[in-house]
């Protein structure tokens, strides 16, 4: 599925509704979570047992709302980027046992680290959430274990694959390939993978954010995503981040809105 002008325009628009609510919501989160708090504490001894359990799964469900809320918060800040220069592999090594451990012991990690990596310009902590977020999607398409492969390279887009992919700009890119052997996507999915909200998953399981998430990061940083996806056979998410070229800094990059990702 291709990132697409009117994508980062769906997103623009749902950014601004999404960070909106988001915002007016945590106020009143605060206000139950407190409040079942302070009720717990005043009263928590003298109530029975039966009320002081809806009281905790009050604060429970306040909990998880508070937790989605900050992940929209955070979908829709297009928060400023501290872009450095990194090492990809270097960076996906560092991660080797945090990935492992989310993965779990059914799924193996395979890693195709290139040879001369060119450096890449982004900031180190949002491409490793990234990172996790791809990894978690891989686990949960991958029910029954599998094969987790990272992969990296150097990529020189040129002017020809640029007319057959008008949204990726012609440039040197390194590239980070996050695949798993699972599920797969149905074409209808993958047509919807990247909308905010948009999730298969089981009630409590799923955001629907993850994937918009990484679109808006990346593109953000300059790079491009792509995703590829057979039914039955698995899936693979590129990366494609900006080439740090020698002598020059990592710019940082301001807080946007999406209206302004350069395409
Ligand atoms: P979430 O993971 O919360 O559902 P995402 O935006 O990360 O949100 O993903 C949206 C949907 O795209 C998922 O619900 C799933 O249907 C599909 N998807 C994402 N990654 C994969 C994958 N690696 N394999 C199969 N389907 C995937």
Redesign the pocket.
Known sequence: TRATLAQAQKMETIGHLAGGVAHDFNNLLTAILGGASLLERRIGAQIGQEAGQILSAIRDAAQRAARLTHQLLAFSRKQALTPQVIDANKLLKGMSELLARTLGEKVSIQTVLAAGLWRSCVDANQLENAIL??A???R??MPDGGTLTLETGNVFLDDAYAAVRPEMKPGQYVMVA?S?S????SEE??Q?????F????PEG??????????FGFIKQSGGHVSLY?ELGH??T?KLYLPRHLDDTACEAVPEISYAEIPR
């Open positions: 977020n791809l978690v999607n891989a949960d398409a996050v798993d699972g599920t797969g996507m999915v993958m919807r993978a990247f909308d905010p948009f999730t298969t998953k399981r799923g955001t629907g954010l993850g994937l918009s998430q990484v996806s698995g899936t998410v």
